[in-house]
């Protein structure tokens, strides 16, 4: 409902059945699949077809639910337990809308706002939600006054800390795909939620970088202009989440030498490499990510690089063995250079000094190192030695 009344593609419908037991379900043909509450599959369309049902908290945690369906749970009581009210919209069978709270109001109005107080009893909201505002920001959306504070609520209560990594990093994994991911940031800073599930990223506003090279300054403000352009630069996750690590480093700088931040890069591998192991981010994630905070300032600095350093720098990103990756890493530091105030739409060179360094050393022929007798490690050490020629004619073309 949500969707079709934004205009927006409508992907699946999902069906709600008033007034039925899960044996009269059974007898009509459809399969049921749901472990915590009924839920069936049509027999010919496969689409799901869940019994109403409410819930009532139990535990601690987004896991500490009863649920409870029967035939005399009615459809509202069913979308009363939806977190927002744009999501507890239904469409009965004649075409008629059923809004019971308001939803398409909130929808017209660009407004994020949760159905009952009962919102606080699921942690995963509050990321839910935040997905939704990196989804819909860029049409105005906004997170109601009072939904803010109930959010504040909950993160003060502790309920976010029960949250398990897993489920944190689907969350922050679809919010990285989302049209406008930095507003995803925003709503957990807001609460208080970034400060207590990622630390590393809350910690780094309020840390100056030198004016000259950044003027946006703040380096939070920078991650998120940077997470941006990588938005606008692809839709793959693995380069919007290097583009959001990039920086970690910096949040460990001692004041006393802001605004400069000397090996913020070995510092920051570290702390990506601790967000990774405790969100159980897929290995290409983190392997990316710690590439593009280890050696982004190599990237930035290409110009300036001796072809000796510039093989080793492609040589370390395993750019001969794996281009698309090579690729990605470009993609997030284009992503890191325009990622500042008034640097957004300026060429960004540097890229295709790495890109015609990889490209001159491909095609360094091994044949006469071969007929001349060379294996092992002196093969290694004379292409190595070609390559770095290779490099060296590329640049002084340049």
Same mark, same amino acid.
């Given at each position: 409902?949500?969707?079709?009344?934004?205009?927006?593609?409508?992907?699946? %419908?999902?069906?709600?059945?008033?007034? #039925?037991?899960?044996? !009269?379900?059974? #007898?009509?043909?459809?399969?049921?699949?749901?472990?915590?509450?009924?839920?069936?599959?049509?027999?010919?369309?496969? +689409?799901?077809?869940?019994? #109403?049902?409410?819930?009532?908290?139990?535990?601690?945690g987004y896991a500490g639910f009863a649920f409870h369906a029967a035939p005399d749970v009615t459809l509202e009581d069913d979308l009363r337990r939806?977190?927002?009210?744009?999501?507890?919209?239904? =469409?009965?069978?004649?075409?008629?809308?059923?809004?019971?709270?308001?939803?398409?109001?909130?929808?017209?109005?660009?407004?994020?706002?949760?159905?009952?107080?009962?919102? /606080? =009893?699921?942690?995963?909201r509050i990321l839910r939600l935040a997905r939704f505002a990196a989804r819909f920001s860029s049409r105005g959306f906004r997170v109601a006054g009072?939904?803010?504070?109930?959010?504040?609520h909950m993160v003060d209560n502790g309920e976010v800390d029960a949250l398990v990594p897993e489920r944190v990093w689907q969350e922050l994994e679809?919010?990285?795909?989302?049209?406008?991911?930095?507003?995803?940031?925003?709503?957990?800073? *807001?609460?208080?939620?970034?400060?207590?599930?990622?630390?590393?990223?809350?910690?780094?506003?309020?840390?100056?970088?030198?004016?000259?090279?950044?003027? =946006?300054?703040?380096?939070? /403000?920078? /991650?998120?202009?940077?997470?941006?352009?990588?938005?606008?630069?692809?839709? *793959?996750?693995?380069?919007?989440?290097?583009?959001? /690590?990039?920086?970690?480093?910096?949040?460990?700088?001692?004041? =006393?030498?802001?605004?400069?931040?000397?090996?913020?890069?070995?510092?920051?591998?570290?702390?990506?490499?601790?967000?990774?192991? %405790?969100?159980?981010?897929?290995?290409?994630?983190?392997?990316?990510?710690?590439?593009?905070?280890?050696?982004?300032?190599?990237?930035?600095?290409?110009? !300036?690089?001796?072809?000796?350093?510039?093989?080793?720098?492609?040589?370390?990103?395993?750019?001969?063995?794996?281009?698309?990756?090579? +690729?990605?890493?470009?993609?997030?530091?284009?992503?890191?250079?325009?990622? %500042?105030?008034?640097? !957004?739409?300026?060429?960004?060179?540097?890229?295709?000094?790495?890109?015609?360094?990889?490209?001159?050393?491909?095609?360094?022929?091994?044949?006469?190192?071969? !007929?001349?007798?060379?294996?092992?490690?002196?093969?290694?050490?004379?292409?190595?030695?070609?390559?770095?020629?290779?490099?060296?004619?590329?640049?002084?073309?340049?």
């Amino acid at each position: 409902m949500r969707d079709k009344h934004l205009g927006l593609p409508v992907q699946d %419908r999902d069906w709600v059945v008033v007034g #039925a037991t899960p044996q !009269e379900m059974e #007898a009509q043909g459809y399969v049921r699949v749901g472990k915590d509450f009924p839920v069936f599959l049509h027999p010919q369309t496969k +689409e799901e077809y869940a019994l #109403a049902r409410t819930e009532r908290k139990t535990a601690p945690g987004y896991a500490g639910f009863a649920f409870h369906a029967a035939p005399d749970v009615t459809l509202e009581d069913d979308l009363r337990r939806r977190d927002l009210t744009i999501n507890a919209m239904a =469409e009965a069978a004649s075409g008629e809308l059923i809004d019971p709270f308001g939803g398409l109001t909130d929808l017209q109005n660009g407004m994020l706002r949760h159905v009952s107080p009962a919102f /606080v =009893e699921d942690p995963v909201r509050i990321l839910r939600l935040a997905r939704f505002a990196a989804r819909f920001s860029s049409r105005g959306f906004r997170v109601a006054g009072t939904t803010q504070t109930l959010l504040r609520h909950m993160v003060d209560n502790g309920e976010v800390d029960a949250l398990v990594p897993e489920r944190v990093w689907q969350e922050l994994e679809r919010a990285l795909g989302e049209e406008q991911p930095p507003s995803f940031f925003a709503v957990l800073r *807001d609460c208080g939620a970034l400060k207590k599930l990622f630390p590393e990223l809350d910690r780094l506003w309020g840390v100056p970088q030198p004016e000259k090279h950044h003027p =946006e300054i703040d380096t939070g /403000v920078h /991650v998120m202009m940077v997470l941006q352009q990588a938005a606008l630069l692809t839709r *793959d996750t693995r380069v919007r989440f290097a583009a959001l /690590v990039h920086d970690l480093g910096k949040g460990t700088t001692p004041p =006393e030498l802001w605004p400069s931040h000397i090996d913020h890069e070995a510092r920051g591998v570290a702390l990506v490499l601790e967000l990774c192991k %405790r969100f159980a981010v897929p290995n290409d994630y983190r392997e990316l990510g710690v590439l593009v905070c280890r050696y982004h300032t190599h990237f930035h600095r290409a110009a !300036e690089l001796r072809a000796t350093t510039l093989l080793k720098t492609l040589e370390a990103l395993d750019a001969f063995r794996r281009p698309e990756r090579f +690729e990605h890493f470009l993609l997030a530091c284009i992503a890191d250079s325009r990622g %500042r105030t008034g640097y !957004e739409n300026r060429e960004v060179p540097q890229a295709d000094i790495f890109r015609n360094a990889l490209a001159a050393c491909a095609v360094v022929d091994l044949r006469p190192l071969l !007929e001349k007798g060379f294996n092992g490690e002196a093969i290694a050490r004379e292409l190595r030695q070609l390559r770095i020629q290779a490099i060296r004619q590329t640049l002084t073309h340049s």
